[in-house]
């Protein structure tokens, strides 16, 4: 069942029923200020920091769902509604909701009023933008009233919802014309503030949440509203919010646009006062006259829309499959910015209050978009790279505003330091730009203690070379990639943290996966050496991986597939002998990824297992048989429901490391058959099981032991965006950015006959022509470069500016 459908030459999805499975979001912004946008208007904004800059109040798990965000009541008469249905749910004569690159579009209409809303965060400035367009579609004039309403945030979001003997005697704000100013604490320690206004004189105002809806009242029903008249209330204290009146009229076939602001403002500590007690409003001035006109705001959008072009540019594929098409060159990549932008802080599953950016979550974020904004990924590197500590390890989190680690869910996570190598690897093979391994680092954000970042990733290699166990595999230490598999934790009492109980080292678990991490992002690591002629540390750093490959094919394999690792005990974790999970997905991508076993038919053979055990419908689940018992000695992981997260559940992010390791071993069917099964464009049908957004990855899919089989959770934030796009563009399309130059190396099904594909690298246009009518599943048969034969597929860079042509016979 749909609840919408795909406009691909609007580059929207369009939501035809406020009445979706579950409230159905955008992501407005790409540089400091952000916004989440449901269908139905509801969602949150914040500066920077979800946590420490949030500027809109959201009540996460609310009922009913989805109840607050930017709302604009239309009174007409005694009939009262919004534009996106909720808060009211008013019964609409038509609803429609367009989701598209930065922007979303909400249209409703009642009874021969139309209300278009359009909603958008410009680039360059920190403010959201909501033009609402009324058109009187009626055969006789119209006389209404229209409310706006957002609910302000003190600020940090934690202490907004938690420390109520002190908020709610903070809350102060300014009015000014049409615009209220939230300006809580400004008078202390801040030096920044909150707007938002109207173009347009305003009939009323209120700042009072107590005062705008009334005793014992929600915003589905505000008093004033009902009553059709603003008090002019300025809040002292308690909840304060933003609400303009405005009353209009409009003869038939008459049109009006709204223009409001929700903007944030910082000033210099010396520029805080225009007067004592009155806030400097120079800047905030100079941001409303930014967008005070419909010229002006229709600039603005089409410089946000010039703004995706170009950024999708850089990769855009033409095939014969539409959904192909249409993942590949709209919403993977879109999805993969707004993982850059946001890593796992904020969103509807996320609160934005719990944790910041994760450093082995952005690094993985990096892989799907550094070929988007390549200046940016360098930045967010040198960023990660800063919050390392010396001895190579690393927090697990730092938070956005600040850019230091935090300790909320601690360090010892064992996987992290490889994931920089990864990261740095892809921005090397994307730019060329060696120089940025020159660059002085922090570690710990100490000045102190600065290296050049070369040093750091030398550390990442060297922490898990000196953190072995006793089968010469990787200590796990808190955790791997599986932030639930926890074998050092041993919690058996309700409420504690599995990420922080316990020691975050132990001397005996280990894990399988992160020794694939090794060999996959050790050899990297040694192309790197090589490259910047380190010739002797590179061979030193292979002899280390070939004895990793080694503990892999031995201690690592379990006779048909990969083993997980081994506990606390030296036990085995996902092998025969184990009662339940006995095979997990884990190792059985990476280690094949990382070509362990490709040679000697382990690979196979693994992959084999995964098509037997664990595959489904809905994808690969993570893990069989599912741990119906609490295992202590394994954590979180046992804790969940059998079917759910990762305890065989099908967790996104992994399913594209098998489709990878298939075309490894060239099953390029197989490989397109993964891929299929969770990608967004091809589930669309079963939204109704599927529940979450339709152009969108989740983080998990119910697995065959749940009761709800199919259905998805956590969607948005999640590395399976980053990961699926490296899977398609790398792997089964297979033009791979290398230190060496780039690859072409697609493997398909065998039925596509090919395609063309523009890619944009080192500056350089390649328009690429894949010929498959042979109908083969992997291999080049020949490669021609502006006409001419060459003896390889690895094409060397061309100069910037220049345009090539390229042809591949695959056979």
Same mark, same amino acid.
């Given at each position: 069942?749909?609840?919408?459908?795909?406009?691909?030459?609007?580059?929207?999805?369009?939501?035809?029923?406020?009445?979706?499975?579950?409230?159905?979001?955008?992501? %407005?912004?790409?540089?400091?200020?952000?916004?989440?946008?449901?269908?139905?208007?509801?969602?949150?904004?914040?500066?920077?920091?979800?946590?420490?800059?949030?500027?809109?109040?959201?009540?996460? *798990?609310?009922?009913?769902?989805?109840?607050?965000?930017?709302?604009?009541?239309?009174?007409?008469?005694?009939?009262?509604?919004?534009?996106?249905?909720? !808060?009211?749910?008013?019964?609409?004569?038509?609803?429609?909701?367009?989701?598209?690159?930065?922007?979303?579009?909400?249209?409703?209409?009642?009874?021969?009023?139309?209300?278009?809303?359009?909603?958008?965060?410009?680039?360059?400035?920190?403010?959201?933008?909501?033009?609402?367009?009324?058109?009187?579609?009626?055969?006789?004039?119209?006389?209404?009233?229209?409310?706006?309403?957002?609910?302000?945030?003190?600020?940090?979001?934690?202490?907004?919802?938690?420390?109520?003997?002190?908020?709610?005697?903070?809350?102060?704000?300014?009015?000014?014309?049409?615009?209220?100013?939230?300006?809580?604490?400004?008078?202390?320690?801040?030096?920044?503030?909150?707007?938002?206004? @109207?173009?347009?004189?305003?009939?009323?105002?209120?700042?009072?949440?107590?005062?705008?809806?009334?005793?014992?009242?929600? *915003?589905? *029903?505000?008093?004033?509203?009902?009553?059709?008249?603003?008090? *002019?209330? @300025?809040?002292?204290?308690?909840?304060?919010?933003?609400?303009?009146?405005?009353?209009?009229?409009?003869?038939?076939?008459?049109?009006?646009?709204?223009?409001?602001?929700?903007?944030?403002?910082?000033?210099?500590?010396?520029?805080?006062?225009?007067?004592?007690?009155?806030?400097?409003?120079?800047?905030?001035?100079?941001?409303?006259?930014?967008?005070?006109?419909?010229?002006?705001?229709?600039?603005?959008?089409?410089?946000?829309?010039?703004?995706?072009?170009?950024?999708?540019?850089?990769?855009?594929?033409?095939?014969?499959?539409?959904?192909?098409?249409?993942?590949?060159?709209?919403?993977?990549?879109?999805?993969?910015?707004?993982?850059?932008?946001?890593?796992?802080?904020?969103?509807?599953?996320?609160?934005?209050?719990?944790?910041?950016?994760?450093?082995?979550?952005?690094?993985?974020?990096?892989?799907?978009?550094?070929?988007?904004?390549?200046?940016?990924?360098?930045?967010?590197? %040198?960023?990660?790279?800063?919050?390392?500590?010396?001895?190579?390890?690393?927090?697990?989190?730092?938070?956005?505003?600040?850019?230091?680690?935090?300790?909320?869910?601690?360090?010892?996570?064992?996987?992290?330091?490889?994931?920089?190598?990864?990261?740095?690897?892809?921005?090397?093979?994307?730019?060329?730009?060696?120089?940025?391994?020159?660059?002085?680092?922090?570690?710990?954000?100490?000045?102190?203690?600065?290296?050049?970042?070369?040093?750091?990733?030398?550390?990442?290699?060297?922490?898990?070379?000196?953190?072995?166990?006793?089968?010469?595999?990787?200590?796990?230490?808190?955790?791997?990639?599986?932030?639930?598999?926890?074998?050092?934790?041993?919690?058996?009492?309700?409420?504690?943290?599995?990420?922080?109980?316990?020691?975050? +080292?132990?001397?005996?678990?280990?894990?399988?996966?992160?020794?694939?991490?090794?060999?996959?992002?050790?050899?990297?690591?040694?192309?790197?050496?090589?490259?910047?002629?380190?010739?002797?540390?590179?061979?030193?750093?292979?002899? +280390?991986?070939?004895?990793?490959?080694?503990?892999? %094919?031995?201690?690592?394999?379990?006779?048909?597939?990969?083993?997980?690792?081994?506990?606390?005990?030296?036990?085995?974790?996902?092998?025969?002998?184990?009662?339940?999970?006995?095979?997990?997905?884990?190792?059985?991508?990476?280690?094949?990824?990382?070509?362990?076993?490709?040679?000697?038919?382990?690979?196979?053979?693994?992959?084999?297992?995964?098509?037997?055990?664990?595959?489904?419908?809905?994808?690969?689940?993570?893990?069989? !048989?599912?741990?119906?018992?609490?295992?202590?000695?394994?954590?979180?992981?046992?804790?969940?429901?059998?079917?759910?997260?990762?305890?065989?559940?099908?967790?996104?992010?992994?399913?594209?490391?098998?489709?990878?390791?298939?075309?490894?071993?060239?099953?390029?069917?197989?490989?397109?058959?993964?891929?299929?099964?969770?990608?967004?464009?091809?589930?669309?049908?079963?939204?109704?099981?599927?529940?979450?957004?339709?152009?969108?990855?989740?983080?998990?899919?119910?697995?065959?032991?749940?009761?709800?089989?199919?259905?998805?959770?956590?969607?948005?934030?999640?590395?399976?965006?980053?990961?699926?796009?490296?899977?398609?563009?790398?792997?089964?399309?297979?033009?791979?950015?290398?230190?060496?130059?780039?690859?072409?190396?697609?493997?398909?099904?065998?039925?596509?006959?090919?395609?063309?594909?523009?890619?944009?690298?080192?500056?350089?246009?390649?328009?690429?022509?894949?010929?498959?009518?042979?109908?083969?599943?992997?291999?080049?048969?020949?490669?021609?470069?502006?006409?001419?034969?060459?003896?390889?597929?690895?094409?060397?860079?061309?100069?910037?500016?220049?345009?090539?042509?390229?042809?591949?016979?695959?056979?």
């Amino acid at each position: 069942m749909k609840f919408g459908h795909f406009d691909d030459d609007a580059r929207e999805y369009v939501i035809t029923t406020p009445r979706t499975p579950l409230p159905w979001i955008n992501y %407005l912004g790409s540089e400091a200020f952000f916004s989440l946008v449901s269908h139905t208007a509801g969602g949150y904004s914040f500066y920077k920091d979800a946590k420490l800059r949030r500027i809109t109040r959201y009540r996460y *798990n609310n009922v009913p769902a989805d109840s607050n965000g930017r709302y604009y009541y239309i009174k007409e008469g005694s009939t009262i509604w919004n534009p996106g249905w909720q !808060p009211t749910q008013t019964e609409l004569d038509f609803y429609e909701c367009r989701h598209g690159l930065g922007y979303s579009i909400i249209t409703g209409k009642k009874n021969g009023l139309a209300a278009r809303l359009e909603l958008f965060v410009p680039v360059g400035d920190n403010c959201e933008i909501d033009r609402l367009v009324l058109t009187n579609e009626s055969d006789a004039p119209k006389s209404f009233t229209v409310f706006s309403y957002v609910e302000f945030c003190l600020w940090n979001a934690v202490d907004d919802s938690t420390n109520f003997q002190r908020n709610f005697s903070t809350g102060e704000v300014e009015v000014e014309g049409s615009t209220i100013y939230h300006k809580t604490e400004y008078r202390e320690r801040r030096d920044h503030y909150a707007l938002y206004t @109207v173009n347009a004189p305003v009939d009323g105002f209120d700042t009072s949440r107590d005062a705008f809806l009334g005793a014992w009242r929600s *915003n589905a *029903n505000p008093e004033v509203v009902e009553k059709g008249a603003c008090t *002019n209330s @300025v809040a002292h204290g308690w909840a304060p919010v933003g609400v303009h009146q405005i009353n209009v009229t409009l003869n038939p076939g008459e049109s009006r646009s709204l223009i409001y602001m929700l903007g944030y403002i910082e000033n210099p500590q010396e520029e805080k006062w225009a007067a004592p007690g009155v806030i400097n409003k120079t800047r905030a001035h100079e941001l409303m006259a930014r967008y005070a006109t419909d010229a002006q705001v229709d600039e603005a959008l089409a410089k946000l829309h010039a703004h995706w072009n170009n950024l999708l540019s850089t990769y855009a594929v033409r095939s014969s499959d539409e959904k192909l098409d249409r993942m590949v060159n709209i919403w993977n990549q879109y999805q993969c910015m707004v993982t850059f932008n946001m890593s796992r802080s904020a969103s509807y599953y996320e609160s934005g209050t719990g944790r910041g950016m994760g450093f082995r979550d952005s690094c993985q974020d990096l892989l799907g978009f550094v070929h988007l904004i390549p200046a940016r990924a360098r930045e967010r590197i %040198l960023d990660i790279a800063a919050t390392q500590f010396p001895d190579g390890s690393a927090y697990h989190q730092y938070q956005p505003l600040t850019k230091k680690g935090n300790m909320d869910v601690g360090s010892g996570f064992n996987d992290d330091p490889l994931w920089l190598i990864a990261a740095v690897y892809a921005y090397l093979g994307e730019t060329g730009d060696m120089s940025i391994l020159d660059e002085q680092v922090d570690f710990d954000n100490d000045h102190t203690l600065a290296q050049p970042l070369l040093e750091h990733l030398r550390r990442s290699f060297g922490y898990l070379t000196t953190h072995k166990g006793p089968h010469d595999l990787p200590l796990i230490g808190r955790a791997d990639w599986n932030d639930c598999l926890n074998l050092n934790c041993f919690s058996d009492t309700p409420g504690e943290s599995f990420q922080t109980t316990g020691p975050s +080292e132990g001397p005996v678990a280990e894990s399988v996966f992160i020794a694939g991490m090794y060999v996959k992002y050790g050899n990297e690591f040694a192309e790197i050496l090589e490259a910047t002629g380190h010739a002797d540390e590179a061979a030193a750093v292979r002899k +280390e991986v070939a004895g990793m490959e080694h503990a892999a %094919l031995t201690a690592g394999w379990d006779g048909k597939w990969f083993r997980r690792a081994y506990d606390a005990y030296g036990h085995v974790v996902g092998g025969q002998e184990c009662e339940e999970g006995q095979i997990f997905i884990e190792p059985q991508g990476m280690c094949v990824m990382a070509g362990i076993g490709v040679d000697t038919g382990e690979a196979v053979t693994a992959l084999q297992s995964v098509q037997t055990r664990l595959d489904t419908k809905y994808g690969i689940v993570l893990l069989q !048989p599912a741990y119906t018992k609490y295992h202590l000695e394994l954590g979180e992981i046992s804790s969940y429901p059998p079917g759910y997260k990762e305890n065989a559940g099908i967790f996104c992010h992994n399913n594209p490391w098998v489709s990878c390791a298939e075309t490894v071993v060239g099953h390029g069917d197989r490989a397109f058959e993964i891929y299929k099964k969770t990608c967004p464009a091809y589930i669309e049908d079963i939204s109704e099981i599927h529940r979450t957004e339709p152009y969108v990855y989740s983080q998990m899919v119910a697995g065959c032991d749940a009761a709800t089989f199919g259905e998805a959770k956590n969607s948005w934030l999640t590395g399976t965006a980053a990961w699926t796009f490296v899977d398609v563009s790398q792997y089964i399309l297979g033009i791979q950015p290398t230190l060496a130059g780039l690859k072409i190396d697609p493997c398909l099904p065998h039925e596509m006959d090919g395609f063309t594909l523009r890619r944009v690298w080192r500056g350089a246009t390649y328009e690429i022509t894949v010929d498959n009518t042979a109908h083969a599943e992997k291999g080049v048969a020949s490669m021609t470069v502006n006409g001419q034969p060459v003896p390889t597929n690895t094409l060397s860079p061309a100069p910037a500016g220049t345009t090539v042509q390229v042809k591949v016979v695959m056979g």
